[in-house]
């Protein structure tokens, strides 16, 4: 055997490989960005050489780094720079909020706001243009909800772009209008569409969003995400300012990207161009409902508290079944936003129709979100071989012991809300993610929530809905090694396994000796990609 000396070893007495389900003593032999062995001390030894760096994780949990399945990191990035409003308690603590933005960003062509959510306000009144003109009366205001899928805009805004009584609402979308036809500042789902040149951005803040992002991402133990450039009625991202990341060797997070499944096959040429290791061309994306909180999530019976409407769908269920057939027969793995249990099913049905025009093939299909599911579709996920790719954070931003999704879906529907632990038991190829900047980046807490179903205090005891648990090292593996099977990147990416991209994570404890309660708690020492390290906690803060 030619011996290859190792840049890098790493040992302790806690390794999770993801290739298992519990963690092992011993070392990691790196060279250049690979994995040269994975084994005991002893046997990692035979790499070791004058050069070989050493780092002791004893103590530690070192595993392969965390890959985010669901992110929007332009906007993700944007949250970070403009100004974010998920902690305002009302209304006015809002528009106070951002007119103070707007005072200390006076050149910027828009006031931007991120995060805001009237279900936590007072009265759970919906915001009108009209707090906003009060403080900021002359220049163009957007402000994008928590789900971003709505916003909120001041009349500037609405004259700028030309949104009136008059404008035409596109499909899935919706103006708010006031007694006398006028729009109030509100736009729903796809209609934010009308506002999409809000998000240009000037092009001396892109490299910043960029930079802003990689850092984030490095301090959380991420190397790998998944980014959902299409959002409802519009898609948001740069590529290439991705790419020139890359190109400038800047890039420390790979980045595997969805486009729009719209129909324009022809248009998709564009996105094939980006297939390098750390920027990739991964697939479509389309909305199919919007979310139960607001109505617009598609049930298969009408909402408890509204029982006039069951919310809806985008396009037709024929509309779905042909785009769904097409592309899957022309190779592209799909991924559908389904929230509602009616949305599920239906792509479930969509996918299973493809699958029967086209043949079985390994398509790797997805669906996001899945927050309520009638339980005849839980095994349908392992039988047609679809993945269900999940956010165990959303649990606390919408639903555990509040009253806005049992007031929804009512008390049987409830039980099958975010379902991981009954899907999981059905045999479903579970996937992780946090649908940043909806919730915040941070894996742990998205292990958290998965593991006890609990709020960051404790409650409620027991977990919510706590036949959905799901152990500690399956959520390990759903944030490692599912993300890079469902990103067909198994090859290279999500255990740590001889030949493997040396993308590495390293936890400031062992999880697996800690209480649950404690996981949420755990940061990263250090984060490892291609080799490199891009963050070591207390030397890059």
Known sequence: ????????????????????????????????????????????????????????????????????????????????????????????????????????????????????????????????????????????????????????????????????????EPPFGKIEKDEDGKPTGFLYETAVVLAHTAFDIPPEKKSRLMDSFMKKAGEYGITSVADMLPLPGFTLGDLEEYQKHEEEGRLSVRIHFLAPLDGQFEALSYYKNFNSDKLQFSGLKQFIDGVPLTYTGYLLE???????????????????????????????????????????????????????????????????????????????????????????????????????????????????????????????QLVFGSDYPIVELNPMLGIYRAVTRKHEDGTPAGGWNPQHKISLAQALIHYTKSPAYANFREGDLGTLETGKKADITILDRNLFDCDPDEIKECSVHLTMMDGKIVFQRGTSE
């Open 1 to 168: 055997m030619d011996f290859k000396q190792a840049d890098t070893i790493i040992t302790s007495n806690y390794i999770f490989t993801s290739a298992t389900l519990e963690p092992m003593e011993g070392a990691i032999a790196i060279k250049d960005d690979r994995i040269l062995g994975v084994g005991t001390q002893e046997e990692i030894q035979y790499y070791k050489g004058p050069q070989t760096k050493e780092i002791s994780a004893f103590g530690k949990l070192v595993l392969p780094g965390f890959h985010d399945f669901h992110v929007h990191l332009w906007l993700g990035a944007m949250f970070q720079e403009y100004t974010s409003l998920t902690f305002c308690a009302s209304e006015d603590e809002a528009v106070g909020r951002m007119a103070e933005f707007a005072e200390n960003n006076p050149e910027d062509p828009w006031v931007l706001g991120f995060g805001w959510h009237h279900v936590r306000w007072p009265g759970q009144q919906l915001p009108t243009r009209h707090s906003l003109d009060r403080r900021i009366p002359d220049r163009p205001v957007f402000l994008l909800n928590e789900e971003a899928h709505s916003a909120w805009l001041n009349t500037k805004a609405l004259e700028m772009l030309g949104i009136d009584e008059n404008t035409l």
């Open 302 to 428: 009408p909402y408890s508290d509204r029982p006039s409407t069951s919310g809806g769908t985008i396009y037709s269920r024929e509309t779905y079944f042909n785009l769904i057939e097409e592309a899957d027969r022309k190779g592209y793995r799909i991924r559908l936003h389904a929230c509602g249990d009616g949305a599920v099913r239906l792509g479930l049905d969509a996918f299973e129709h493809a699958q029967t025009v086209n043949g079985k093939r390994d398509s790797r299909h997805t669906i996001e979100h899945i927050e309520v599911i009638h339980p005849d579709d839980i095994p349908r996920f392992s039988e047609l071989g679809v993945l269900p790719s999940m956010q165990p954070e959303h649990l606390t931003s919408s639903s555990m012991e509040s009253h806005e999704y049992l007031d929804r879906l009512g008390p049987e529907r409830i039980q099958y809300t975010w379902p991981i632990g009954e899907l999981e038991r059905n045999g479903a």
